[in-house]
């Protein structure tokens, strides 16, 4: 994945959703959605990126550095989150 931008440090609050799967369901790849514009944003499969593949409706607070890929895309890589709601 090419870096076409990078930001600070961010926290995000909001909820974690499938972005990709494989041919039996399982998450590949999930994204959290901000709670309070909406904008998406693609989780890096690092450590914290991939115990957050199971959390796929939950809402968390993630802390970690946004930036742009080179479709336009904003991914984090997460560096600490919490579950904030179970629902």
Do not use: C, P, R
Not at 11 to 22: L, R, S, V
Not at 39 to 46: A, G, P, R
Not at 55 to 74: C, M, P, R, S, W
Request: net charge negative; aromatic share 8%.
């Amino acid at each position: 994945m090419k870096t076409i931008a990078k930001y600070n440090q961010v926290e995000i609050i909001g909820y974690i959703e499938f972005k990709n799967w494989d041919m039996n369901g399982k998450s590949l790849l999930v994204s959290i959605v901000d709670n309070e514009n909406l904008d998406e944003h693609i989780i890096v499969n690092n450590k914290n990126g991939k115990e957050l593949l199971e959390l796929v409706g939950k809402i968390v607070k993630a802390t970690g550095t946004v930036f742009e890929d080179e479709n336009g895309n904003f991914v984090i890589s997460v560096k600490a989150y919490k579950v904030i709601s179970k629902e």
